[in-house]
Each structure stands twice: as C-alpha cells, then as structure tokens.
C-alpha cells in the first residue's frame, strides 16, 4: 500500500539553527514526485520544494532543502537557519507516475523558539 | 493577487441549510480540487475536475456536490449541512501538462462550522 508517514507531530528549534522534519514513504513504483507544503496558523497551504524520484541531486529551494535517501525510501525537509515565520505545519505529500492523486502525510507542527 | 481565491473565507452555518464555497484561479490550470482538512485526519480529497466536463468523486463525497462552471472555477454545495462537516476546506488547482512535477497550489481555505 501506498503511505507516507510523518513520525514527528511536534519539534522546537532555537532560532537561527537547522531542523530537519522527517518523512518516509512506502511504496513499489519506481516513479513518483514529493513534495513539502508548509501551512501557517493562517491555515493557506504553501508549496516549499519538490524532489522527483529520478533526480540524482537533492533539490534546494533558499533555505528549504531535501534530504533525499530513495533506498531508505525518505525525503526529509531540512530547513536552515530558523526564523520565527517557520513556525507552522509541514506536510509531506507524494504523487505517483500516472495518477493525479496526492497521498498527503499527518503532518509535522514546528514551532520556533526566540 | 493571489492566484487562487477563496469566498468565503469563513463561515457560519446551521443543520439543513445549503451553502456554496467558491474557488476561482488564475493560473491556467486544468485540474482544480476540493479537499476538506480535519485536525489529525490530514487533508481528504472530496471531489476533483479534470476539464469542465470531467468531475470525478474523492474519497469523501457523500453530502457535497460541486459544479465546474468553468476552466477558471469550481464550487463546492453542501446540500444539506450538519455539523460533523465543519472543517477547513482547501480549492488547489494544477496542470495536468507537468508530469511527476504536477504540483498542486491552494487557495487560502474556507472555515467552515455548521452548529
């Protein structure tokens, strides 16, 4: 079956450090996309970055960037250099070759400590 | 402005009334989407649109309709409120043209509560 699974719901960070939100994906296709969302206590959804199964590098989008391990079927989301905006939800979602669907995780809620 | 809209954002309802969120979007997209987002359910998918003459249901359909009025909007109608449909209700919008990198963008999200 076809999961994503987000294993922190909460994490503190002290300003200005690194923190790298966790996400693990189960599945047997060789081809799919995944993709972190943020969301505020505002509530809109906010794309971040997004790492196809057959890139060869890690993608960085500024201070967003993911750690991608495809045989440990992980795609972390480390962000740099904390801010106080960082705090919010961070969601993990995949999607498959073929398909329009998104499997979306539970989501992470980090908050940012002055 | 923002790409994908919203109205309205936030709602207040009663039991067995009909109501109608609406999305609009400027970026072109063909795909819109309708998902609902309770608190530790992550987000569900309700209905989605490939064009205008293609809507499909989600995995949580019962009690909602919708209607593609055109490639730029998609509502959303609760035919008949109850409570256990409040919730925070996201529009997202992609194009179907970007393969694996097909990502989806959403609108600021409707809260909804039915008393």
């Known amino acids: 079956a076809q999961k994503i699974t987000q294993t922190q719901p909460g994490m503190f960070v002290q300003e200005k450090e690194a923190v790298t939100l966790d996400c693990t994906y189960d599945?047997?296709?060789?081809?799919?996309?995944l993709f972190w969302y943020k969301q505020p206590s505002s509530g809109e959804m906010i794309f971040l970055i997004y790492?196809?199964?057959?890139?060869?590098q890690n993608a960085t989008e500024g201070r967003y960037s993911l750690n991608f391990q495809k045989a440990r079927k992980s795609a972390n989301l480390v962000i740099s250099a904390s801010q106080l905006g960082d705090s919010a939800m961070y969601f993990c979602?995949?999607?498959?070759?073929?398909?329009?669907?998104?499997?979306f995780g539970t989501g992470t809620r980090l908050k940012v400590l002055a | 402005d923002a790409d994908v809209t919203q109205t309205p954002r936030n709602r207040i309802t009663k039991t067995g009334k009909r109501i109608m969120l609406e999305c609009s979007q400027t970026k072109g997209h063909d795909r819109m989407y309708w998902y609902r987002q309770d608190p530790g359910l992550g987000l569900r998918l309700i209905y989605y649109?490939?064009?205008?003459?293609?809507?499909n249901k989600g995995e949580i359909s019962d009690g909602y309709s919708v209607s593609r009025q055109a490639q730029a909007k998609f509502s959303l109608s609760l035919e008949s409120a109850i409570p256990n449909q409040t919730a925070l209700y996201f529009c997202?919008?992609?194009?179907?043209?970007?393969?694996?990198?097909?990502?989806?963008?959403f609108g600021p999200g409707t809260r909804l509560l039915v008393l």
């Open positions: 599945t047997s296709d060789q081809s799919y996309g």
């Open positions: 979602a995949m999607k498959f070759s073929g398909t329009y669907k998104y499997i």
């Open positions: 997202a919008t992609s194009d179907s043209g970007q393969g694996l990198q097909e990502t989806q963008y």
């Open positions: 790492q196809g199964s057959y890139d060869e």
């Open positions: 649109s490939f064009d205008v003459k293609d809507i």
